[in-house]
């Protein structure tokens, strides 16, 4: 079955700090996608990574770091240096194949986020 | 990169009128798409997934008759309300997977359905 897991529901934080936001996930298959989003107060969902289950390099870019272990089955996801242009609401997803083919995306719970000035 | 966009943006509708709601992949042709609702401060909840010249599969919960979901193009679904309720108010997000075989998911920008 498909999981995913944040645990934190909200962080709140002061310009400059840096923050990581959690995600663990639960699934059967070997090969699946995961993804970090960023909705913003507009409402629009914003793609910020893509992992396959096959490559757990880490990644950086900018100010953005994603630590993914699958030992732990985690994702996480951390920003540097945060800024309150960062705040919005954060969803990890996972997306695995189904049965039926084609592949199903599901989202955890999401974390909000608030930078102070 | 790749663009989705939903019709309308927003729409407050009397209680038992039918809402359409379209979603369009503007530069790709998506053979699978997918609608979403969230509630506020929630989540987004899977609804459908709709294929196109097929029939959608619903999730677990989701009324097909309540939420008809018509994917009749490449480039087009489109998810009806009908008779929709004031717990029909929502924010509706559709999403497409590019069907080049690259497994990306680009989402729609959403619809808020107020029912009144």
């Known amino acids: 079955a498909q999981k995913v897991t944040q645990a934190q529901t909200e962080i709140s934080v002061v310009e400059k700090e840096d923050v990581t936001l959690d995600c663990v996930y639960e699934?059967?298959?070997?090969?699946?996608?995961l993804f970090w989003y960023k909705q913003p107060p507009s409402g629009e969902l914003v793609f910020l990574i893509r992992?396959?289950?096959?490559?757990?390099q880490n990644e950086i870019s900018g100010r953005y770091s994603w630590n993914f272990q699958k030992s732990t089955s985690s994702f996480n996801f951390t920003i540097t240096a945060s800024q309150v242009v960062d705040s919005a609401v954060y969803f990890c997803a996972l997306s695995e194949p189904r049965n039926t083919g084609g592949f199903k995306t599901i989202f955890g719970a999401g974390t909000r986020l608030f930078v102070k000035a | 990169g790749a663009v989705v966009s939903q019709h309308p943006s927003r729409v407050i509708c009397k209680s038992g009128t039918s809402v359409k709601i379209e979603c369009r992949s503007l530069d790709f042709q998506a053979t699978t798409m997918f609608w979403y609702r969230q509630f506020p401060k929630k989540s987004l909840m899977l609804m459908a997934t709709?294929?196109?010249?097929?029939?959608?599969?619903?999730e677990q919960g989701v009324e097909k008759d309540k939420f008809l979901i018509n994917h009749a193009s490449l480039t087009l679904s489109t998810l009806t309300v009908t008779s929709a309720h004031p717990e029909d108010s929502s924010f509706y997000i559709c999403?497409?997977?590019?069907?080049?075989?690259?497994?990306?998911?680009?989402f729609g920008p959403g619809t808020r359905l107020t029912v009144t």
């Open positions: 999403s497409a997977r590019d069907g080049g075989g690259s497994y990306e998911q680009y």
């Open positions: 709709s294929n196109e010249g097929s029939k959608a599969t619903y």
């Open positions: 699934t059967r298959d070997t090969t699946y996608y």
């Open positions: 992992r396959n289950s096959f490559d757990e």
